[in-house]
């Protein structure tokens, strides 16, 4: 059965799946720690198969694996569960060593090096924290105003001047003078003001 970290302690005793992303490993003289992030958290897993120690030896972080392996309970790990006598099955060619280490408590990239790897950059907590916040903040709105029982709508959005650089915009003749929808939902109060007849 897949599951997610944050349902492990449903299983406990239990053989389950997992996949995701080879966070971290840690080599030591008998045994191989190795997280996994998936979407819910983390999760360690621990082997001393000389054969599985060395695919993760392989295995550069970042790498997409599913792993297959007993769920037990240790006080020492990390949520107080790891995964025990696991199989790694490789689900992606080995990653590239990413430029942001999202392994490390703190970014330690610069601007340019994170906007030039977002994809990457975006799966370290604290870039991904400030978006999650934002996700759960319009959830509660709006999870609030169906309660309620509002109706949701789109409309489209105008301002003054085309700001999608580089992109095709439609322009719109607003009370004689030009306007351009945006693609957008974001709409400043300038561009409002801006628009006023």
């Not at 621990?46 to 060395?54: C, S």
């Not at 689900?91 to 994170?114: H, M, T």
């Not at 903040?137 to 309660?147: A, E, K, M, Y």
């Not at 003054?160 to 400043?188: K, Q, W």
């Amino acid at each position: 059965m897949r599951v997610l970290a944050s349902e492990l302690s449903k299983h406990t005793g239990g053989i389950v799946v997992m996949a995701g992303w080879l966070h971290r490993r840690r080599q030591h003289k008998t045994m191989t720690f190795a997280i996994l992030r998936d979407r819910s958290g983390l999760t360690q897993v621990l082997t001393r198969d000389p054969a599985v120690r060395e695919q993760i030896a392989n295995l550069p972080e970042e790498t997409v694996i599913e792993v297959t392996g007993t769920v037990t309970a240790d006080v020492q790990a990390p949520g107080g569960l790891e995964i025990t006598e696991p199989t790694i099955r490789t689900l992606s060619d080995a990653a590239v060593p990413s430029p942001v280490e999202v392994y490390k408590p703190n970014v330690v990239a610069g601007l340019q090096v994170i906007l030039d790897n977002a994809a990457a950059a975006l799966r370290h907590p604290k870039l991904r924290a400030p978006f999650e916040i934002t996700a759960a903040s319009v959830d509660g709105f709006r999870s609030t105003l169906n309660r309620l029982q509002f109706t949701e709508i789109f409309t489209p959005k105008i301002v003054g001047s085309a700001t999608e650089s580089g992109a095709n915009v439609f322009t719109i003749d607003y009370f004689g003078r030009p306007a351009f929808l945006i693609r957008s939902v974001t709409l400043f109060p300038r561009d409002l003001q801006r628009l006023e007849p």
